[in-house]
């Protein structure tokens, strides 16, 4: 009750002062199908090998500006899934589910503070697409899959000049969803309390040479969970690295490696790595400006050889599907959804520009892992499988955008033999207002 009369007072200061106010809402339809990721699973309580539902997230938004640089923005939200297919993995039985409203954003922003060269951002915020390719910073709710992806943070930010600046986070982040709630089913937003600190620097050179820089820094704490050390123990661990971008049209070279430090609470020690490298040539004076791309990726997985240290890479951020939406779930059977770590992987991508308004992205990708299998529901080799996607993208209006996503996965010796094909499919259409 304290957290609304303060809420409700705050908003009352922007609400009833000369304030610009403005407003809006999205909408945003889905229809996923995933099909035979889960067969291996023994008949009851998951009888069915596909899933297919309706996802319908409304977002409601209001923005209050004080001037240009201060201003109060709240984003309430809700996304239900409708199961068409009511006996898969995702559904369980059941007709619908997630079918609550939450604040999906409400963040305080003050720009060029009392007149210097610091930003500061306060509340829960969005860090889409800000900090790199979101290859370890991008998802703090990976609970609920892309519904939302919000921090509930502290950022200030400080700019040595218009290319240069370095962010400063503090986030705290609990389990469970604390603010009010409209019809709160308890999702699990995360798998503990977390909470922690981001030092990240974005460095641009001249533009003679086109070269970017972004070191950073976090630290990170979860608490335990579940029963099976060490994975699941409170852990305290660090992340250092460097992500670069040089351009040289039409090239462009970029890559990142990270190194992970810690401990547990049961004292085993964490280390760990990862990074990737890709050359992308654009060819932009060819019919649909094609854009090629090659590289590769390489998270650490941790060796059953030492029963004192966790060598797997932990992803921190990065729970999302960077790369694919079907490797997301695979993980399901190396123990949890979306945790990424023990791969290496191949991927050559081509885009094609049909329009200014549609444009088509395939890729190749091949995965192996770097140890081999431990859990009762993989296979006996390192090969996890080959994976081509395609997605078609178009613009209908400058509200209006869509898209088709496509991937389809054959699984290697990673993975049982009994394992079949399996493939996700999605449609979407999306209206900003």
Not at 27 to 55: C, K, T, V, W
């Amino acid at each position: 009750m304290k957290r609304l009369i303060f809420l409700f007072s705050v908003i009352s200061l922007f609400v009833f002062s000369e304030v610009k106010f403005d407003y809006g809402f999205d909408l945003r339809l889905r229809e996923e199908y995933l099909g035979g990721i889960f067969a291996p699973l023994p008949s009851p309580p998951f009888y069915n090998d596909d899933d297919n539902y309706f996802r319908v997230k409304l977002s409601l938004w209001g923005k209050w500006s004080i001037n240009k640089n201060n201003t109060i923005f709240i984003r309430f939200s809700g996304e239900p899934r409708f199961y068409i297919e009511k006996d898969g993995f995702l559904s369980r039985g059941r007709n619908k589910s997630d079918d609550e409203f939450i604040f999906e954003n409400l963040y305080f922003e003050f720009k060029k503070l009392f007149g210097s060269n610091w930003d500061l951002k306060i509340g829960r915020q969005d860090f889409l697409m800000q900090y790199g390719e979101g290859f370890i910073i991008m998802e703090g709710t990976p609970g609920d899959g892309s519904r939302t992806f919000y921090f509930d943070a502290l950022k200030a930010t400080y700019y040595f000049n218009e290319k240069n600046s370095i962010d400063f986070i503090f986030f705290y982040h609990p389990f469970e969803d604390y603010m009010p709630i409209i019809n709160n089913v308890h999702k699990r937003l995360r798998n503990s309390d977390e909470i922690g600190g981001i030092i990240y620097g974005k460095l641009s050179s001249s533009q003679k040479i086109n070269l970017t820089l972004e070191p950073y820094y976090i630290y990170k704490h979860h608490e335990g969970y579940g029963t099976t050390p060490p994975a699941n123990s409170a852990l305290e661990f660090n992340t250092i690295g460097i992500r670069k971008v040089y351009s040289f049209d039409p090239w462009k070279l970029r890559g990142e490696i990270a190194y992970q430090w810690g401990e547990y609470d049961n004292g085993i020690d964490k280390r760990a790595w990862a990074g990737y490298a890709f050359l992308t040539r654009n060819l932009k004076n060819i019919k649909f400006s094609p854009s090629i791309d090659f590289g590769y990726v390489y998270l650490s997985g941790d060796k059953s050889s030492t029963t004192d240290k966790d060598e797997g890479w932990d992803p921190v951020f990065g729970r999302w599907p960077w790369i694919s939406e079907l490797l997301l779930y695979y993980y399901f059977y190396d123990g949890e959804i979306a945790k990424f770590t023990n791969y290496n992987a191949w991927r050559t991508s081509l885009n094609l520009v049909f329009s200014k308004n549609t444009n088509l992205s395939l890729s190749y990708n091949y995965f192996r892992a770097n140890e081999p299998p431990t859990g009762p529901l993989l296979g006996t080799g390192k090969e996890r499988g080959h994976l081509p996607t395609m997605i078609l993208r178009h613009k209908f209006t400058s509200n209006i955008s869509s898209h088709l996503w496509f991937e389809y996965f054959v699984p290697g010796s990673y993975y049982p033999n009994t394992h079949e094909d399996s493939f996700f499919f999605r449609w979407e259409i999306a209206f900003k207002f």
